[in-house]
């Protein structure tokens, strides 16, 4: 199977804030990942898929970008709404795995 | 637009069966393919398995053989049935519809319990 990690594991921002989010894959998925947001006691959100396509309806103030290996979720100006736990997911092969989350909490 | 509901009992005694359905309204579930993930409390998402809109499925080696996947298209509904269940098994259980390489409607997920 193919591992995911995250880093930071957690992140203190201030409300305008730049937070970078990076995922790492055990091995190269070419651009077959997708981004996450969830919030407490809610499902989770698609934000980004195919590494940097941004999902309808989500704010433009989200990016992500990478390939292979090393993938980046990118918040240009974090809002209050933004304050979640997100989770990286590679989408190359089955079983579909998750990362293990970054959590974004108020500086 | 299209939404997914679980349904279920929220508690179920170890070794036994934890049977959960997903129905979709707004949609068809004869297109796409449908995926169960979990997520114990406190913890992260794993992905359990789908089942494709030909009926076709795949799960999660993790779980063994325990994961049965099916799918009623005349009631527009597809279920899970997880076997000889522990407390490791407690969490919340989401349904969401999987397309073009992501997870991008989901149910909002329902709480289940293994106890005795």
């Known amino acids: 199977d193919i591992q995911m990690t995250q880093s930071p594991s957690s992140v203190s921002a201030s409300v305008g804030d730049r937070v970078t989010i990076t995922c790492r894959a055990s091995?190269?998925?070419?651009?077959?990942l997708a981004w996450y947001q969830q919030k407490p006691g809610k499902a989770p959100k698609v934000l980004i898929y195919?590494?940097?396509s941004l999902q309808s309806g989500v704010p433009s103030r989200f990016s992500g970008s990478g390939s292979g290996t090393d993938f980046t979720l990118t918040i240009s100006s974090l809002q209050p709404e933004d304050f979640a736990t997100y989770y990286c997911?590679?989408?190359?092969?089955?079983?579909?795995?998750f990362g293990p989350g970054t959590k974004v909490d108020i500086k | 637009q299209v939404q997914l509901q679980e349904s279920g009992p929220g508690l179920v005694k170890p070794s036994e069966t934890l049977s959960l359905t997903c129905t979709v309204s707004?949609?068809?579930?004869?297109?796409?393919?449908w995926s169960w993930i979990r997520q114990p409390p406190g913890k992260g998402l794993e992905w359990i398995g789908y089942?494709?809109?030909?009926?076709?499925?795949n799960h999660n080696p993790s779980l063994k053989s325990r994961v049965t996947i099916s799918m009623d298209s005349s009631k527009n509904q597809f279920s899970l049935n997880l076997s000889s269940v522990t407390a490791a098994d407690t969490a919340v259980y989401y349904c969401?519809?999987?397309?073009?390489?992501?997870?991008?409607?989901w149910g909002q997920g329902t709480m289940v319990t293994v106890s005795s």
């Open positions: 195919a590494a940097s």
């Open positions: 997911q590679q989408a190359y092969s089955f079983p579909l795995v």
């Open positions: 091995q190269g998925i070419s651009n077959w």
């Open positions: 707004g949609g068809s579930i004869s297109s796409y393919y």
């Open positions: 969401a519809r999987y397309g073009s390489r992501r997870n991008d409607i």
């Open positions: 089942i494709s809109h030909s009926g076709s499925t």
